[in-house]
């Protein structure tokens, strides 16, 4: 059902730090044995042929069929698999495959592949940004530009279109962070190299209409599917004042767990194989909690409720605006750097 209440026309800013550092110090207090679940998950990087062996072998047998077989099989197929892809890349961003960062690049150039505009070194540079500063709109990509939200504004058909082409939305905030984080790096290189070097194979050895599905997977994958249902998830605002929900739903399962956000963000050094294992530790933190159990019925909801605009986020003032990367390894340290002694802030 709709909300009487007005649709927000500009983010709210609130002096509070976020959330997730303090309630991290008081699990870790109650509930020491969290840290055994630190670590990585090296069979993570097995995903990474079998996500290639599907979507490119898909692509060779929809070459010449009708134009509607194949957006039916991006939509089903396609899209799972390059959803997948990018929890791939999320997990090698957080080093929680292998413990050096060129391995766990390699493995998420590995399933970038498919994305067919290459993505994942630029990923890991924002995504662990955004976990550092989240809310900062001069340093967290999570968050709308202000271009943006206000042309999408609360209308049903604006947000229809917006999640179609989120995958390109996101790729147009790139430019407002050029000042104060670097994305440019000889991975970056590497990665754009890899990805253009198999689109060509796919569209001169395979044919347009092969291309054409690895295209629309991709938007199907985070865009006007039930899996986009995860971009509305992770941090817009359901139930104020909570800026972070998790998703305990069955797409899960193909998902690699992405859905359980507010226990990523708790602790960002925990694999997706064991992040369920968090909340069942400590359920009197999470069990309190707004969560999820449908990314159709919130998709939904995003669209054709009137309360809800892109605007509709936490935001809190930055510090000190100063250049957070500048390219080159270890600028930015991975999730597992410290295990034994995970960054947080003591509970006020």
């Given at each position: ?110 399933a970038d592949l498919v994305h067919v505009i290459p ?50 939305m996101q790729a147009l905030r790139m430019p407002r ?48 599917h039930p899996l986009g249902g995860r971009m509305i ?116």
């Amino acid at each position: 059902m709709s909300s009487t209440q007005p649709a927000p026309t500009e983010y709210e800013v609130v002096q509070e730090p976020e959330p997730h550092p303090a309630r991290t110090a008081r699990i870790l207090k109650a509930h020491p044995e969290v840290r055994k679940l630190f670590g990585r998950t090296p069979a993570t990087a097995l995903l990474v042929p079998l996500i290639l062996v599907v979507q490119l072998g898909m692509a060779y047998l929809v070459r010449d069929q009708p134009w509607w077989v194949i957006v039916l099989a991006a939509y089903t197929l396609g899209a799972l698999v390059n959803n997948t892809c990018y929890v791939v890349i999320h997990e090698a961003t957080h080093s929680l495959i292998f413990k050096g960062r060129a391995a766990n690049l390699l493995t998420a150039i590995g399933a970038d592949l498919v994305h067919v505009i290459p993505s994942a070194a630029t990923f890991t540079r924002f995504h662990l940004v955004h976990h550092r500063h989240q809310g900062e709109f001069d340093l967290d990509a999570d968050l709308p530009s202000h271009a943006e939200a206000k042309l999408v504004g609360n209308s049903t058909v604006m947000k229809a279109l917006w999640i179609t082409f989120f995958p390109l939305m996101q790729a147009l905030r790139m430019p407002r962070f050029s000042k104060l984080i670097s994305f440019w790096e000889p991975w970056t290189v590497v990665n754009a190299v890899a990805v253009f070097s198999v689109d060509a194979a796919v569209f001169f050895l395979m044919g347009p209409w092969a291309f054409l599905y690895v295209v629309l997977s991709i938007f199907f994958s985070i865009g006007l599917h039930p899996l986009g249902g995860r971009m509305i998830q992770e941090h817009f605002i359901v139930a104020h004042p909570q800026e972070t929900y998790s998703y305990y739903g069955p797409w899960n399962i193909s998902a690699l767990n992405v859905g359980y956000h507010n226990e990523h963000h708790d602790f960002s050094a925990v694999p997706w194989n064991r992040l369920p294992q968090v909340k069942a530790t400590a359920p009197e933190f999470y069990d309190t909690l707004v969560s999820h159990r449908s990314w159709t019925g919130l998709l939904v909801k995003f669209i054709t409720d009137p309360s809800i605009s892109l605007y509709s986020r936490i935001t809190r003032p930055g510090g000190i605006k100063r250049r957070v990367l500048t390219g080159g390894v270890g600028r930015v340290p991975d999730s597992v750097a410290s295990l034994d002694q995970p960054p947080v802030q003591p509970a006020t």
